[in-house]
């Protein structure tokens, strides 16, 4: 398919505000997490350790919600040009418009299911597209990070660890 210079123009119109809008959401404070960004930081750590998370329940939720706090430990240590690039990913994805156009899902992320969540994530793994491989990567790697942080998913890895003892 083969764009005209008006819907180029246009297609490049409409990115620009929808990402002026998403800088425009995250503007506020330090690299605390919205509400908004932990329910959809919450969709998509069920979605990515749903093999290792057990079925839907109290212990569910409160091992998905340990992630999330994992994930925002994680991007307050990193610098500040990052934390503006997430935010702007996490903004993006927390308004309905980006959610609908980027993601694909219809419903909001507190509502949405497994299947839709992985659904999206993977036409973004195997995107044409460098940059949604990239923002696949960094949610892929920050989900995963926080998950495997927390001493007690080792065993599940056979990691007994680290190492201990002076050296």
């Known amino acids: ?15 620009g505000l929808l990402l002026s809008f998403a800088g425009w959401l995250n503007a506020a404070g330090g690299r605390q997490l ?21 079925p839907a329940g109290d212990e569910r939720r409160r091992l998905v919600a340990l992630t999330v ?16 690039e997430i935010g702007e990913l996490f903004g993006l994805l927390v308004s309905a418009p980006g959610r609908m156009a980027l993601a694909g ?17 993977q036409s973004w793994r195997t995107s044409r597209l460098t940059l949604l491989q990239g923002a696949y990567g960094a949610l892929h790697d920050l989900s995963f990070g926080a998950w495997y942080a927390r ?5 599940a890895i056979a990691y007994p660890g680290p190492p201990r003892g002076n050296f």
């Open 34 to 54: 919205s509400s908004g960004e932990r329910e959809m930081l919450a969709a998509i750590c069920g979605a990515l350790l749903d093999g290792a998370l057990p």
């Open 69 to 84: 706090d994992g994930i925002g430990t994680t991007i307050a240590g990193l610098s500040l040009a990052s934390q503006r």
């Open 151 to 155: 001493p007690d998913t080792w065993e």
């Open 105 to 121: 899902v219809g419903r909001p992320w507190r509502e949405a299911t497994v299947g839709e969540v992985s659904e999206f994530l």
């Open 1 to 15: 398919m083969r764009l005209s210079r008006r819907q180029f123009i246009k297609t490049g119109l409409a990115g």
